[in-house]
């Protein structure tokens, strides 16, 4: 009893944080989406302080700047919470639908600097890789369309340009109109209006492992009906990172550049190791292996080092 009574109280005086990591980079007193057209403006022009990379993150940087490409679809393992962060909101999804992510982004190469395109709270998102992956606390993938599919990306990227400046606010409703958008909807978006279907949505209760989570299933519809205008319900059609049988993964146009890899970005969890991807240009003999060295790359354009 005593054991689950401090458990009880830990809980009411130190509660999870809710915000994500990247969250947590607005300077105090900042009000806005720091991620946002206006903010990122403000920064190139140096109305805004530079965003401090730690030693973490100059490696990150240099992983993307060396591997990654415009139009890449990056995944990862979140930690996006509800609840005032009581609830695992991407754990959750990620295990009911059986993938070893819950988020999806797209690459751009923009004036020499690796970025991706989300959508955060509050809205769609461009946060430079390093910053991307402060938000990845589990498994990393990164996908690539093949060579025959290749001429969409530049359609694909002016899609992602384009909602970004609209400030198309994040769909807590997962709804499939365009008026709001979750990170992986974005992703299917883009590449639709490039004329490429990556997926079919599927039902939230046809997730894969869901019955194996009914007290969350539950909880979650119980919660959608109390704060949502349109509460998602087990037969609301959704879109999922997914894995080799369903959803973004599964994508017969895309092939994999780095496999499903636990290498979280975020602080205090980083294994110390970088992936390599996939010998891409040999897709019959794929090989991959890790490395901790830093890798050379130039400095940011938007980021400054430490001591810097």
């Not at 490696?59 to 009581?86: E, K, N, P, S």
């Not at 599927?202 to 539950?218: Q, T």
């Not at 979280?264 to 901790?292: F, W």
């Amino acid at each position: 009893m005593t054991g689950i009574l401090a458990w009880f109280l830990s809980l009411v005086l130190f509660p999870p944080e809710e915000r994500e990591m990247t969250e947590r980079f607005a300077p105090p007193g900042f009000v806005g989406h720091y991620w946002g057209p206006e903010a990122t403006e403000a920064r190139e022009e140096g109305k805004l302080p530079p965003v401090f990379l730690t030693p973490e993150m100059v490696r990150w940087d240099q992983w993307g700047r060396q591997y990654l490409r415009d139009g890449d679809i990056v995944f990862r393992m979140g930690d996006a919470r509800l609840l005032h962060g009581y609830f695992p909101m991407s754990r959750f999804l990620a295990n009911c639908s059986n993938s070893p992510f819950s988020h999806t982004g797209i690459v751009s190469i923009e004036k020499g600097q690796t970025v991706v395109y989300d959508v955060t709270r509050p809205a769609v998102a461009r946060q430079p890789f390093c910053v991307w992956m402060q938000d990845c606390v589990g498994n990393f993938g990164v996908k690539r369309l093949k060579p025959s599919y290749r001429g969409a990306i530049p359609q694909v990227v002016a899609y992602c340009q384009r909602v970004f400046q609209e400030k198309v606010p994040f769909d807590y409703e997962l709804g499939l109109d365009d008026s709001h958008l979750y990170c992986i909807e974005l992703t299917l978006k883009a590449y639709r209006s490039a004329g490429i279907v990556l997926c079919k949505p599927i039902a939230l209760g046809d997730m894969e492992r869901a019955p194996e989570y009914p007290l969350c299933m539950y909880g979650l519809r119980f919660a959608a009906k109390l704060n949502q205008e349109h509460p998602i319900d087990f037969d609301s059609l959704v879109y999922f990172p997914g894995n080799e049988r369903h959803g973004i993964w599964s994508a017969p146009q895309l092939m994999t550049v780095v496999p499903p890899t636990y290498c979280p970005g975020y602080p205090g969890l980083s294994t110390g190791l970088l992936p390599v991807p996939l010998a891409v240009d040999d897709e019959n003999k794929p090989q991959t292996r890790k490395v901790s060295n830093p890798l050379p790359g130039a400095r940011p354009s938007e980021t400054r080092r430490p001591g810097a």
